[in-house]
């Protein structure tokens, strides 16, 4: 089986490039983010998440929260930054127990997010979450680490952000596909049609609009529309384990990277 190439992620703090399991053990020494931690209070437990999806975890996120946060909240956060697209149902699933964003009658012993993550995680611990239960996207998420303390606001924009100051992202991996055209840009799109037959997956705009050029007679890239042009197929290139997923169309979150 191949071995796939996990990306690596910067931190935010530093700006040291590490992977992602080096990642979790570089925020308990960074000195930038513990400077930046809070550490007057004592009252709070703040939990350190490494929350992966995608083959093999290919897509990840270093996330610190309050344990005063809410599933909702997490729900919230795993939403704007990774999976929204028609506000499909979501669930987390921790020791066997359920807990979804919508309460079903059908399945009584479900509880709703409205729990602390505090009564509900310990470090250690690893749990699923699932946005859509029609076209499903998993992550998997583990509890790395607890300590007591603040997270700051850092995480959230005042005003943009739905999901409150109880969640703050401290990595992510990058991106590190290109244009399988040109082999240089930043994707703009995925073409799902690659799948199934060897066109290239990954087009940026350059080379798409260059081959419609070389190839279609009705574009005139004067005068017409591009989005009028773009197949079917294609998708938007997202930084998500759910790009390509039904409408998906990438990421509401304006945290500042
Ligand atoms: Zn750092
Ligand atoms: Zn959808
Ligand atoms: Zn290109």
């Known amino acids: 089986m191949a071995r796939v190439a996990i990306p690596k992620g910067h931190c935010r703090f530093c700006d040291a490039q590490y992977g992602r399991a080096a990642m979790v053990k570089h925020m308990t020494t960074c000195k930038k983010y513990v400077e930046k931690v809070e550490d007057g209070s004592t009252d709070n437990i703040v939990y350190e998440l490494l929350i992966t999806g995608g083959y093999a975890g290919r897509y990840w996120l270093v996330v610190e929260v309050l344990g005063n ?17 028609c506000w499909h149902m979501s669930e987390f699933e921790i020791g066997g127990q359920s807990y979804v964003s919508q309460l079903s009658r059908f399945s009584y012993n479900d509880k709703d997010m409205n729990v602390s993550l505090a009564s509900v995680l310990a470090p250690g611990m690893t749990f699923r979450y699932r946005y859509d239960f029609g076209d499903t996207t998993e992550l998997k998420i583990e509890v790395k680490s607890e300590r007591r303390g603040g997270i700051g606001v850092k995480g959230s924009v005042p005003g943009k952000n739905n999901f409150g100051d109880g969640v703050r992202l401290l990595a992510r991996n990058e991106v590190t596909e290109v244009c399988e055209v040109c082999g240089k840009e ?30 279609d007679p009705d574009f005139d890239p ?17 930084n998500s384990p759910r790009m390509g997923v039904c409408g998906y169309e990438g990421s509401s979150y304006y945290g500042d990277d």
């Open 69 to 85: 946060e809410t599933l909702a909240g997490l729900d919230s956060f795993l939403r704007q930054i990774w999976v929204e697209c």
């Open 186 to 215: 930043r994707p703009a799109w995925i073409d799902l049609d690659a799948y199934y037959s060897d066109v290239p997956a990954f087009w940026c705009r350059e080379c798409f609009v260059k081959s419609l050029e070389e190839e």
């Open 222 to 238: 004067e005068e017409d529309d591009l989005e009028d042009f773009i197949p079917d197929t294609f998708r938007e290139f997202c």
